[in-house]
């Protein structure tokens, strides 16, 4: 099933007096609660497992027992990946020539989208004296940074992330400029539309 779906597990059971069943994730059990469902209709449980993630893969059992007996019946779960997607985009920078040019975005997918940075269609960026291509671990972001910027470094941007289920991709410009108020016209701009960073949090 693909990631964010919903996965069904179907079974018919039948015995007398009526069987009570349980449920195992991986020999844990779980019950009918949260994320977790089970409907009944005609002898058919179905048991499903919303927003499934990859954290649900694993060997699904049902067990169903009365005082005459029980039966077992083990299924898998197998979770697809989903195609990448920007999550912040990299916004437009103006910059003082010789000074610093910086771009930045988030992205998601699974598995993890390879992000690519290029000028115009071909000219892919890749990391040396002036360019640094990266990801920032503090922010989560992918980032092209250039130093020295010049005239001839202005233009459209392209970022391109991809993953074997799709891919995307988003322009930005850089203008470089020798005026400072066009510099602090933009700052003043993206402050009004910027994003505030996520906090991140992580179980220990």
């Not at 360019?131 to 233009?155: H, N, S």
């Not at 930005?172 to 003043?188: F, S």
Request: net charge negative; with cysteine; glycine share 6%.
């Amino acid at each position: 099933v693909k990631e964010g779906k919903t996965a069904e597990f179907t079974c018919q059971v039948k015995g007398e007096p009526t069987p009570d069943l349980t449920w195992f994730i991986d020999d844990k059990e779980v019950k009918p609660e949260g994320r977790y469902t089970i409907t009944e209709k005609n002898q058919l449980i179905v048991f499903q497992v919303k927003d499934v993630t990859p954290e649900d893969v694993g060997k699904y059992t049902v067990i169903a027992k009365n005082p005459l007996g029980e039966a077992t019946c083990s299924a898998n779960l197998e979770v697809d990946g989903r195609a990448p997607t920007f999550v912040e985009k990299p916004m437009k920078c103006t910059v003082l020539e010789g000074g610093t040019a910086m771009f930045r975005c988030r992205v998601d997918g699974n598995p993890e989208p390879k992000v690519e940075w290029s000028k115009g269609k071909w000219r892919k960026m890749e990391n040396n004296a002036k360019t640094r291509v990266f990801f920032d671990e503090e922010t989560k972001q992918y980032v092209l940074e250039m130093d020295d910027i010049k005239t001839k470094d202005a233009g459209t941007y392209t970022v391109t992330i991809s993953n074997e289920y799709g891919s995307d991709t988003c322009s930005v410009t850089l203008i470089c400029t020798d005026k400072e108020e066009d510099v602090q016209d933009w700052k003043a701009a993206l402050k009004k539309t910027s994003v505030q960073l996520p906090v991140f949090l992580t179980f220990i």
